[in-house]
């Protein structure tokens, strides 16, 4: 697609260049379009770099082809991140002071807006009209989200993350097919703590991100969806558990992990294990603190928890589709120990994903093959974990048509 990005004068203009990235990285031809305000935060130069194009500000510039209207014929989407208080107000009164003014009036494309503000600005009744008006013309509003802002202040007001702008706006663009409409999903996500005393614990480097996309997708696609999460990164569910379709129970063990799913997949049509489960939990938790003084703690007794996944497949009903994650570090071995996994497992699907120390937990990105029946690996993908989760339910739903 060829996809306009305007960027204004915010300091979360510095996200918007992984935004940038993102879109190129899937392919797509991307226009950045700076305000004069917003080069004072990001340069024209890294723009360009990000975009793989040339960039331009005014719109006096390549006049010949009529630049300051061409972009916004030419334009299959049109996102603005961040779009400040002041960009919303222009955008609702139709002002066209500058090239991406006039781009935004003389495109016909979905726009997609990233607001990007201090709460007291957002909450403001000017700014509260201006984006009813824009949503009333059709236009996404992405967030924003409630966290950290500029000078220490905290709450609504501070931009989406790039990956979720992306998401949506893509959709906006094409919207995913209804291929999971009337379903009831489950997936779990995080990663579990399995406690040694009140304030330790035993855990893993998940972020919970891929579960909270391939929910997300799900949701895209129809589905009612359960997501039963563990522990996850802060901000990892601020979009998907806003979708009216998701319901999101919380839980921190696996034995916890465990109860939830099997209770949700009584009514399930898909589960999808995603989160990462601690094989092993501690013989005996202390119910206070274990300090030095009490001498030294020369071993932890481990005892092996349930294998959840296993016992989901183990009793699934007809027709139901049980699908396995499997974290592997990256060998020659990689596919061969999942292609045991999945038939040790029992599972109709297995995604296993390459992991390390900058791979696969707590990364952006994620690099996965699906083993499918016959240990034959029926898809693959690599690039952000949202581009995985399509991949991953492309695959299930294929593999649903086949039976």
């Known amino acids: 697609m060829f996809i306009v990005v305007g960027v204004t004068g915010g300091i979360a203009a510095y996200k918007s260049v992984q935004l940038v990235r993102l879109l190129v990285q899937r392919g797509h031809d991307v226009h950045v379009i700076p305000t004069q305000d917003s080069l004072r935060f990001i340069g024209l130069t890294t723009w360009e770099a990000a975009s793989r194009n040339p960039v331009t500000t005014s719109v006096h510039d ?24 002041n960009t919303l107000a222009a955008m609702a009164a139709g002002l066209a002071s500058d090239l991406l003014g006039t781009t935004l009036l003389a495109t016909t494309a979905p726009v997609a807006v990233a607001p990007a503000m201090h709460t007291e600005m957002w909450r403001h009744p000017a700014t509260t009209a201006n984006v009813a008006t824009l949503r009333e013309r059709g236009v996404l509003i992405v967030g924003p989200a409630d966290g950290p802002l500029t000078g220490g202040d905290s709450g609504p007001g501070r931009m989406s993350e790039p990956e979720d702008i992306v998401a949506a706006a893509l ?3 094409s919207p995913a097919p209804a291929d999971l409409d009337g379903l009831h999903v489950v997936v779990s996500t995080g990663g579990t703590r399995e406690p040694l005393d009140p304030v330790r614990f035993l855990g893993n480097r998940s972020s919970g991100r891929q579960g909270a996309e391939i929910a997300a997708e799900a949701a895209r696609r129809g589905a009612t969806v359960t997501l039963v999460a563990a522990s996850v990164d802060a901000g990892v569910l601020d979009t998907v558990t806003a979708h009216p379709r998701v319901t999101t129970r919380h839980v921190e063990t ?4 465990g109860e939830a799913m099997t ?25 206070h603190k274990l300090r030095k003084e009490d001498g030294p703690l020369a071993t932890i007794d481990l005892v092996p928890n349930e294998d959840i996944l296993a016992g989901l497949a183990a009793s699934r009903r007809d027709g139901q589709m049980i699908v396995g994650f499997a974290a592997e570090t990256a060998d020659e071995d990689l596919l061969a120990r999942a292609r045991r996994k999945r038939e040790r497992k029992g599972v109709d699907l297995l995604v296993v994903n390459e992991v390390g120390w900058d791979a696969g937990f707590g990364a952006g990105e994620n690099t996965v093959a699906v083993i499918g029946d016959g240990e034959a690996v029926v898809a693959e993908a690599s690039g952000p974990k949202s581009t995985v989760a ?3 339910w492309d695959a299930i739903v294929a593999a649903r048509a086949a039976d």
């Open 263 to 287: 209770d949700a997949a009584a009514s399930a049509d898909v589960v999808i294990m995603v989160a990462a489960v601690a094989d092993y939990r501690a013989a005996r938790v202390s119910e």
């Open 171 to 173: 959709e906006l663009a």
């Open 254 to 257: 696996a034995a916890q992990l």
């Open 390 to 392: 399509r991949a991953v």
């Open 62 to 85: 390549d006049v010949a082809r009529v630049r300051h209207v061409a972009l916004g014929q030419s334009a299959d989407l049109v996102i603005v991140a961040p779009a400040t208080a």
